[in-house]
C-alpha cells in the first residue's frame, strides 16, 4: 500500500474515532445531569449523589481533552489533504479513502468553526 495512502486511512480513523468519543462524552454528560436531578428529586442518600457528581466531574474533565485531541488530529488529516490535493495527477485525490476522509472531515468540521 502507497504510504500517502495508508497515512490518509490512519489520519482518517483517527480523527473518525475521536469525533465519536466526544460525541459520546457529551452525551454521558446529558444522561449523568439527568440522572444526578432524579436522584436529588428522589431524595437519594447523599453519598450516592456525591459519586455520580464525581462521575459527572470526571466525564467533564475529559471532554475539552478529546475536543483538543480531535482538533489536533483533524488539522494533521486536513494538512495531508492539502498537501496531496496540491499534488499533480495524483490518483489518490480519486480514490475511496480520499472520499472517507472528505466525508469524515466534513462531519467533524463544525466543531471548530
Known amino acids: 500500500m502507497d504510504a500517502n495512502k495508508r497515512q490518509l486511512k490512519i489520519k482518517t480513523g483517527v480523527v473518525k474515532r475521536l469525533h465519536k468519543e466526544f460525541n459520546m462524552y457529551q452525551k454521558e454528560e446529558t444522561s449523568q445531569r439527568e440522572k ?10 447523599a453519598y450516592d449523589v456525591k459519586k ?33 490535493d496540491a499534488e499533480e495527477n495524483n490518483p489518490l485525490v480519486e480514490s475511496q479513502e480520499w472520499k472517507d476522509a472528505e466525508a469524515v472531515r466534513k462531519e467533524a468540521e463544525p466543531l471548530f468553526a
Request: no cysteine.
Open 36 to 45: 444526578i436531578n432524579t436522584m436529588k428529586a428522589a431524595n437519594a442518600d
Open 52 to 84: 455520580q457528581e464525581e462521575v459527572l466531574a470526571e466525564t467533564l474533565q475529559m471532554i475539552p481533552d478529546t475536543k483538543t485531541r480531535l482538533e489536533n488530529a483533524f488539522i494533521d488529516l486536513s494538512q495531508l489533504m492539502d498537501h496531496l
